[in-house]
């Protein structure tokens, strides 16, 4: 919300409706909100609901981020493949593929509420596991104005800026991969500045560490072991620089040793953000006092604000979205959901032609959109065969016997969520 008010001059709203189906954590980050609007924007009419019809009415974006089943469910997809010794991650490998079959189901009653209430209006989203997520759009609602999107490359993006001395808009960038599993091929400033050698000299020493960070997100320890693991992910791939998401695939093993069966990562974050944010609510609520720097813009923030007003003001201003690949990546499946570089106007994102990869990126990535395309499949067919075949082929998973025992536990755990699969 502060990153839309900050901007009000370049991006004037009318009105800032918040929707959430649970009134208790509504009710927590609206008294942040109302401190926020009155302090930046006092003027905005500002709505609170649990309705989505009040909700969706009259928009013309709905900024969407949805957790199915809370941290509480994180935390089994986490955990439930650690037990057999495979990578517990909330959206790679088993665990993600247990919350892609969670999500899909509210994700496309959300858009059936935005086109029921709103038919013109777009929604830039948010929710996990977004590979999984984007396929299901594409097969259940093709024609949907749905943009799905991730702020993991901005995030790293920022990184490199810091290491290269610019500014994240300075920067233009060529990219490939699938969502959690992509390669920038070109980092150049908009002079026509090469900064590719120097950011895999220095990401192959240091991978995304930098000196300088003032962000909050992705700050975490557990966060900057990510970030220097990006070196051994470069040495891989010596051409092109490594989403940090490979190493789930890239190094399992190495992942799993260093992985607590017992504390996760949804631990970390219900005793670290959860306790933050709504500790802070809870303080603003008691004191009534509000200072505007208890929370920052985050690159999740600014990167979907970014979105909306290249779509709203027609500005064909280049950016990563997750599309149908249509020979964006010419020798990879053009029904795929790829995330490369589009410029974003009216119509939405019009994909970037990045020509061929090489074999390995290839394969890996030829290996990746089969589970997600599985995932799917299993869950509009309902599927058991299906979904143990997602497993059994997710390069995070030893065998087809692991596989099954995985997924038979996440049954259990998933039984409220989940459809019943035959
Ligand atoms: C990155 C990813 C997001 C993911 C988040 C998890 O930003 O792009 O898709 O949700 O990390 O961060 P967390 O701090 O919750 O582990
Ligand atoms: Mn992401």
Known sequence: VKSLLVQKDRFKLNELVLYDNNAERQEAVGVIVRHVVEMFDPELKLTLTTDPEVA????DFIFAQMRVGLYAMREQDEKIPLKYGVVGQETCGPGGIAYGLRSIPDIMQLIDYMEAYSPNCWMLNYSNPASIVAEACRVLRPNSKIINICDMPVGTLRRMSYIVGK?????????????HFGWWTSV????????TPQLIDYVSKHGYLTQKAIETQHMDASWQETHRKAADLQAVTPD???????????????????????????????????????GAARAITASGEFHGDEFSIDNHASFIVDLARAIAYNTHERMLCIVENKGAISNFDPHAMVEVPCLVGNDGPEPLCQGEIPTFQLGMMNQQVAVEKLVVEAYCEHSYQKLWQALTLSKTVPSAKVAKEILDDLIVANKDYWPELH
Do not use: Q
């Not at 969706?56 to 928009?59: E, L």
């Not at 190094?251 to 306790?275: C, L, M, Q, W």
């Open 56 to 59: 969706m009415t009259d928009a």
């Open 240 to 278: 092109c620089l490594p989403n940090t998401y490979l190493k789930y695939y890239l190094f399992p093993d190495y992942v799993v040793e260093h992985s607590d069966p017992n504390y996760t990562r949804a631990n970390e974050v219900i005793n670290g953000r959860e306790k933050n944010v709504f």
């Open 188 to 195: 150049k400033g908009k002079d026509g500045t090469d900064y």
């Open 167 to 179: 500014t994240p808009k300075d920067l233009d960038v060529k990219y490939y991969g699938l969502n």
